[in-house]
């Protein structure tokens, strides 16, 4: 039977498998979050490509493979995104490669 902080960790660990690749986001976390990814993007020496978020309403999303957070908007719906990340946004009806 789990202790304390064994109990916190067993929980902790089911919550990150179990979570969701899409949620809502909060607008005073957009700057932050933004500023953080262009940032991120310049170190990354994988490619990237520009993918439009479809929906008004601001989102952040967790990409499948690296788990970089990206956060989309209405206002702000095309972003550079590691293409390891692409493949798994794409697959939602939320997004769509931008050319």
Same mark, same amino acid.
């Given at each position: 039977?789990?202790?304390?902080?064994?109990?916190?960790?067993?929980?902790?660990?089911? %919550? !990150?498998?179990?979570?969701?690749?899409?949620?809502?986001?909060?607008?005073?976390?957009?700057?932050? @979050?933004?500023?953080?990814?262009?940032?991120? !993007?310049?170190? $990354?020496?994988?490619?990237?490509?520009? @993918?439009?978020?479809?929906?008004?309403?601001?989102? %952040? $999303?967790?990409?499948? $493979?690296?788990?970089?957070?990206?956060?989309?908007?209405?206002?702000?719906? $095309?972003?550079?995104?590691?293409?390891?990340?692409?493949?798994? %946004?794409?697959?939602?009806?939320?997004?769509?490669?931008?050319?």
């Amino acid at each position: 039977m789990p202790c304390c902080g064994q109990k916190r960790a067993q929980t902790s660990n089911q %919550l !990150i498998k179990t979570g969701d690749l899409i949620q809502p986001a909060e607008k005073n976390d957009f700057q932050a @979050i933004h500023s953080q990814q262009e940032n991120s !993007i310049n170190r $990354v020496p994988y490619s990237t490509v520009k @993918i439009e978020y479809l929906q008004h309403s601001p989102v %952040l $999303v967790r990409g499948p $493979v690296t788990g970089q957070q990206y956060q989309f908007s209405g206002d702000h719906p $095309v972003m550079s995104v590691d293409t390891r990340d692409a493949k798994g %946004l794409l697959a939602t009806s939320f997004f769509r490669r931008k050319y």
